[in-house]
């Protein structure tokens, strides 16, 4: 096996490389003992830059192109080896093929929660997850730093060294952006350009130039989804009365199909009319983020609703006052603001009127 590596390193005389595998970045071209003809011919191809390395040092760097390896081709290596005027024995040099191509869709994600301060739900753990992609940028230092001697040198050897400062840098921007939960679905794009341009400088030392990055998905725990579920489920509803009032009327036709249900749900029907009344408007007072609406009677004209922060404004301008008419669901009848408990809050800075002078 010797003698026809031998013979075989003799005879080709033509450096390059095909590759059809997806993950490979360098390739060190094998040939016997590392002996290159005086005269061989190297192709380099488009997306392909060719490293010559010399006893550990980095000679030349060979572009796209077909080359004649010659003294005046290789001038760095040819000062290396002190051949002033010329050679045509074989010579010995290692040859680096790095492949210059885009490497896409190559995932990051965050292995632990991030714990961040939130402005409306205090203390949250998030969860990210997106893609990025790389290219090279400079061989000479993707061999220094990172390939070394390594003959194959494939992606998955440095992705977790990548995907480990993306999360970090991320979790560190994060902490500092403040940029409420509720608007960072808003924010993808802005956040992973941000996240490239911080990141980048990084990448480049390592040779590599990190060309685009996404956040694809920034997840919240469970509770909290949940909590933000039931949010915009009461939303949804709006008003509670409304609501009961309909699902009544619409279960009207459906117990008129069955014998006797019409009058079997009379008392189911009392009961929820009575509900959607007094008793419902009260339920939806209490509900988190549910607040009474009130009709304010102006000159003998129904204005409105209002909630309690227009009245308590209207109160501070004087346009609403004690005697004024009010009603909202759930009252019988026409009220004046000051006999309604609920609106004690807005007239509480309020002075009283001024008692007759004598």
């Known amino acids: 096996m010797g003698i026809w590596n031998k013979l075989r390193g003799e005879l080709i005389d033509i450096i390059q490389w095909i ?9 060190r071209f094998e040939r016997y003992n590392h002996q290159i003809k005086y005269g061989a011919q190297l192709t380099v191809r488009e997306g392909q830059t060719a490293v010559f390395v010399n006893e550990g040092r980095i000679a030349d760097v060979f572009r796209p192109g077909m080359y004649t390896l010659e003294t005046a081709n290789l001038p760095i290596l040819s000062t290396l080896q002190g051949w002033k005027y ?12 790095c492949s210059m191509r885009q490497f896409t869709d190559l995932k990051w994600g965050t292995m632990n929660p991030i714990l961040l301060r939130d402005a409306e739900f205090g203390p949250v753990r998030l969860r990210a997850f997106g893609t990025y992609a790389i290219k090279v940028s ?7 730093e990172i390939v070394g001697t390594d003959g ?7 992705v977790s060294q990548l995907r480990n400062i993306i999360v970090s840098r991320f979790a560190e921007i994060m902490g ?3 940029i409420p939960v509720l608007e960072m679905a808003a924010n993808y794009s802005e956040l992973g350009e941000f996240l490239t341009r911080r990141i980048a400088t990084e990448f480049l030392s390592y040779g590599l130039e990190l060309t685009k990055l996404l956040v694809e998905n920034i997840s919240l725990p469970p509770a909290v989804e949940e909590a933000l579920d039931k949010r915009t489920s009461m939303g949804v509803v709006g008003n509670l009365s409304a609501y009961t009032q309909f699902n ?17 749900a009379g008392a189911g029907i009392g009961l929820g009319m009575a509900m959607a009344g007094p008793i419902g408007q009260e339920q939806a007072r209490s509900l988190p983020g549910a607040a009474a609406a009130y009709f304010v009677a102006v000159e003998g004209r129904q204005t409105g609703p209002f909630d309690i922060t227009t009245l308590s404004n209207q109160a501070a301008s004087g346009r609403l006052t004690r005697q004024s008419l009010v009603w909202t669901q759930g009252m019988p009848q026409w009220m004046r603001a000051g006999d309604v ?13 001024l008692p007759p002078e004598e």
């Not at 010329?86 to 093929?97: L, T, V």
């Not at 619409?250 to 014998?259: G, L």
Request: avoid cysteine.
């Open 19 to 27: 590759d059809d595998t997806n993950d490979s970045i360098v390739y």
């Open 86 to 97: 010329g050679f045509n024995s074989p010579f010995m040099a290692e040859i680096y093929f």
């Open 138 to 144: 400079n061989p000479p230092v993707l061999i220094r």
């Open 152 to 158: 194959h040198f494939t992606i998955d050897e440095i």
């Open 176 to 178: 500092k952006s403040r």
């Open 248 to 264: 009544i009327a619409d279960s009207i036709p459906v117990a008129a199909d069955n014998p006797g249900g019409l009058a079997a």
């Open 341 to 353: 408990p609920e609106l004690a809050e807005v007239f509480a800075s309020i002075p009283p009127p």
